[in-house]
């Protein structure tokens, strides 16, 4: 089992639509989560960050953690062509600074 | 605005050869990464580093050697490429817990 799996998706929704991306992970000790974006052909870059648990919200972007279920979500609300990209989830444990990443889920909304 | 920087862009080798991967930020940041991406496969690290002079391995450090200068650079060495080491490389380098990548190096090993 991995340390931290992800629907690959490829998960295509319309324009406006609430998307939903999870991902799952069997380390209790992480104590870090990251949802990075990456468009194609381009590095990833830092989308949300949300220490141990509770929600974080940043304009149209909402991410959620819950480590009693060791579960991460990233909600989009009203989504638009220019957020199809991968989007990666990434933890890591306090101290180790080794992150580790979900395969990532590509999303593509449709105009 | 630079930010990480990555040298070369893409790359083509023949199984045996060697190369290095530069990778250069001008953050000021101590702690320093490289990754390899895979389909099906994410993100894997290859090599840490904390701090200039220090270095760790990752999770798929074989066939690789890295090299920490300096506070700015951090280089990845391939001695003898193999058709296996085909795949798109990333340079990060991190300010607390965040990590900020290069735009990546494709390499493909034939």
């Known amino acids: 089992q991995k340390e931290v799996e992800q629907d690959p998706g490829p998960l295509s929704v319309p324009e406006g639509a609430i998307v939903s991306l999870n991902c799952t992970y069997s380390?209790?000790?992480?104590?870090?989560f990251m949802w990075y974006r990456q468009y194609s052909r381009k590095g990833p870059e830092l989308l949300m960050y949300?220490?141990?648990?509770g929600n974080k919200e940043d304009g149209r972007f909402t991410a959620q953690v819950d480590k009693s279920s060791k579960y991460i979500s990233l909600f989009i609300r009203d989504s638009q062509p220019s957020d199809s990209a991968t989007y990666l989830c990434?933890?890591?444990?306090?101290?180790?600074?080794?992150?580790?990443f979900g395969t990532g889920t590509r999303l593509k909304v449709l105009a | 605005n630079a930010g990480v920087t990555q040298t070369p862009k893409f790359q083509v080798l023949k199984t045996g050869q060697s190369m290095t991967l530069q990778c250069a930020q001008d953050?000021?940041?101590?702690?320093m990464y490289w990754y390899r991406q895979d389909p099906g496969m994410g993100l894997r690290l290859i090599y840490y580093?904390?701090?200039?002079?220090?270095?760790d391995k990752g999770e798929v450090p074989n066939g690789y050697n890295v090299s920490r200068l300096n506070k700015r650079e951090f280089s990845l060495r391939l001695e003898s490429a193999a058709p296996s080491q085909t795949s798109v490389y990333f340079c990060?380098?991190?300010?607390?817990?965040?990590?900020?990548f290069g735009s990546g190096t494709q390499l493909s090993v034939l």
């Open positions: 990060a380098s991190r300010r607390r817990e965040k990590l900020f």
């Open positions: 380390n209790s000790a992480f104590q870090y």
């Open positions: 949300t220490y141990s648990s």
């Open positions: 990434a933890m890591s444990d306090a101290g180790t600074y080794k992150y580790i």
């Open positions: 953050m000021n940041h101590n702690s």
């Open positions: 580093s904390a701090s200039e002079g220090t270095t």
